[in-house]
């Protein structure tokens, strides 16, 4: 059963509009982790973000923000002021405490691409 | 940083041929992780590694093996290559025990099999 989804397939915007990503993930766990990676056309997935099942507070980082709703099993992310090096591919994941713990499996979404044009 | 190192970022094989894929991190994490990204299927988990000369299947492991004698490296075997593994490949490895900490990815491997 797919954990982690996320129902963007692309997005494509105009530079300087703001992207939301969406993420839903599903757990019986008390205590995950999310986490943003990004694929840049190059290759590597970069660390972005990641947040704890206990903290809903919604933060700011720079041009990155997210929300992290438990209520509704969500955690999206969102560009502010997109620029062309934002284009990529986005990837939500999940860590459950259970798994991860003993074995460091993650459960990652399809991805979402982003395509930003000047 | 961490450092997850491998060896091609493109490869081309033929069909029937063994082929091997290289991942070395430096910063001695126990968790190590070979994954396929594939279109409109994202990452699929092949096989990982929790310790040296442990390794757990994962989603995916059909047609593959995998070594890891030591810690800092971990190996993906095609025993006889064939076109559908043709495909990005992607190592990952983390530090063990504590869950908040991320994977930290390689620059990948285009793989073609011809």
């Known amino acids: 059963a797919q954990k982690v989804t996320q129902a963007q397939t692309e997005i494509s915007v105009v530079e300087k509009e703001d992207v939301t990503l969406d993420c839903v993930y599903e757990?019986?766990?008390?205590?995950?982790?999310l986490f943003w990676y990004k694929q840049p056309p190059s290759g590597e997935l970069v660390f972005l973000i990641r947040r704890n099942s206990f903290d809903e507070q919604n933060e700011i980082s720079g041009r990155y923000s997210w929300n992290f709703q438990k209520s509704t099993s969500s955690f999206n992310f969102t560009i502010t002021a997109s620029q062309v090096v934002d284009s990529a591919v986005y990837f939500c994941?999940?860590?459950?405490?259970?798994?991860?713990?003993?074995?460091?499996?993650?459960?990652f979404g399809a991805g979402t691409q982003v395509v930003v044009t000047p | 940083d961490v450092k997850v190192t491998q060896s091609s970022r493109y490869l081309v094989k033929r069909t029937g041929e063994k082929v091997f894929l290289e991942c070395v991190q430096d910063?001695?994490?126990?968790?190590m992780f070979w994954y396929r990204q594939d279109p409109g299927l994202g990452l699929r988990l092949i096989y990982f590694s929790y310790d040296v000369k442990m390794k757990e299947k994962g989603d995916i492991p059909e047609g593959y093996s995998v070594s890891r004698e030591k810690k800092e490296r971990f190996s993906l075997i095609l025993e006889s290559a064939s076109t559908n593994q043709t495909s990005m490949y992607l190592c990952?490895?983390?530090?063990?025990?504590?869950?908040?900490?991320?994977?930290?990815f390689g620059d990948g491997t285009r793989l073609s099999i011809l």
């Open positions: 990952a490895s983390r530090r063990q025990g504590i869950s908040n900490q991320p994977q930290h």
């Open positions: 757990t019986r766990d008390t205590t995950y982790y």
């Open positions: 910063m001695d994490h126990e968790n």
């Open positions: 994941a999940l860590s459950e405490r259970r798994t991860t713990d003993s074995w460091g499996k993650f459960q």
